[in-house]
């Protein structure tokens, strides 16, 4: 009634439309015009009554029309909310609506399980950072009994493990989906044999949407897993947009990657490694095999830098590394170990010796240390999202 009331003060509009009904819908507004005379104890107009149907729903009309909006322009959309954010730590529900719309795409489309691809994007920890976003979002909902309990256990695995809810018992389904959000939890705690943990972004997705969380909590909710929930978005993007980073087209004068100083190239035996800016935006890194093989390649974009950073720092040389961007397989012969990295994008392959490799991976530390060179390389993270 309060709400009513409400509607009712607000200034009177001055636009006039008319809407055509059909027979059934209009039947409806006339009774929903007698029941508003009874509520507010006066003749209420089929105009009013029309009025105050539109007034009733426009929160959410507004929601799907900023929703829309925003997602028929994606790119400088994302942008924008990860501007906004990094400025004002809050977003509209709209905003929550479109970055999970990306988050889902990128937690859930091209996903890389190793051994079948490495590494494994989304991470492990990745996925436990959206079981404890999607806890906080839903332990904030409006309405204590939410209607979307069993859609929450059937995407979080909890079908196949025969447990089952009832409309009748709120508390009884309330207690299952907390129940399997702990056991997905359990299963991604061994940090070689985890379990992905179903379609938890497609149910952060829906709590976002559908448990009537409002602007101000969603944003304490979510604070806490803004980093994850924007590197997915932003893979998201690159997915579904044709690999491209969440970056504005055109120059940007502003753009602080113009104005670094890159090191000046590493050298180790006949190994050289050079950083190099990519029209600027794009950080490459170059290395030259030497004089004797006369041979070089170029790394000119981030997603495969991401993968060829990660292969070095963290793949052991016990078995093959099968990626998306590059494959790496070790071999023996007389007690010395081989490398042979085979490049997807140039369809080359090149050796290397233990050394050498060993060599490679602390000049791509070394270049990757200095403060200016971190600085970019989380910029393009920022950009294309969790990668490599």
């Known amino acids: 009634m309060s709400t009513m009331m409400s509607i009712l003060k607000k200034k009177p509009r001055h636009e006039v439309i ?15 015009q007698r029941v508003l005379s009874e509520r507010l104890k006066r003749e209420v107009s089929l105009g009013e009554a029309a009025f105050l149907v539109i ?131 359990l299963l991604l705690k061994p940090s070689e044999k985890w ?27 979510l604070a806490p897993f803004w980093p994850t929930l924007w ?46 800016g990519i029209g600027r935006p794009e950080l490459g890194m170059s290395i030259d095999l030497g004089p004797t093989r006369r041979m070089s390649f170029l790394i000119a974009r981030y997603p495969d830098l991401a993968e060829f950073q990660t292969m070095l720092a963290g793949w052991p040389m016990k078995r093959s590394w099968n990626g998306r961007h590059f494959v790496a397989t070790p071999s023996k012969e007389k007690g010395a170990t081989t490398i042979t990295l085979w490049l997807r994008r140039n369809d080359v392959g090149i050796e290397f010796t233990e050394r050498e490799w060993v060599a490679l991976r602390e000049l791509s530390q070394k270049a990757s240390a200095f403060p200016e060179v971190q600085r970019w390389l989380e910029e393009l993270r920022l950009e294309y999202g969790e990668q490599g």
């Open 18 to 32: 008319s809407i055509r009904l059909s027979e059934d819908r209009l039947k409806l507004l006339e009774r929903y």
């Open 55 to 185: 007034e009733e729903r426009v929160e959410g009309m507004d929601r799907e029309t900023a929703r829309h909006e925003m997602l028929s322009t994606p790119t400088p959309s994302l942008y924008h909310i990860r501007k906004k954010w990094e400025s004002q730590h809050a977003l509209a529900v709209a905003e929550w609506d479109v970055l999970m719309h990306y988050v889902q795409i990128g937690a859930e489309e091209e996903v890389q399980e190793p051994p079948l691809l490495w590494p494994a994007i989304p991470s492990r920890e990745s996925y436990v950072t959206l079981l404890d976003a999607f806890e906080a979002v839903y332990l904030t909902r409006k309405n204590p009994a939410s209607k979307h309990a069993w859609y929450y256990v059937r995407n979080l695995g909890g079908d196949s493990a025969g447990v089952r809810t009832s409309d009748e018992k709120p508390e009884q389904n309330h207690q299952a989906v907390l129940k399997q959000i702990a056991a997905r939890k």
């Open 195 to 221: 379990e992905r943990p179903g379609s938890v972004a497609r149910c952060l997705l829906v709590a976002i949407r559908d448990e009537e969380v409002e602007g101000s909590k969603l944003d304490q909710a």
């Open 231 to 276: 590197g997915l978005a932003a893979r998201g993007h690159s997915l579904r947009h044709e690999r491209q980073p969440v970056r504005l087209v055109g120059p940007n004068e502003d753009d602080f990657r113009h104005r670094i100083i890159l090191p000046e190239p590493l050298e180790s035996d006949d190994l050289r490694l050079s950083l190099v």
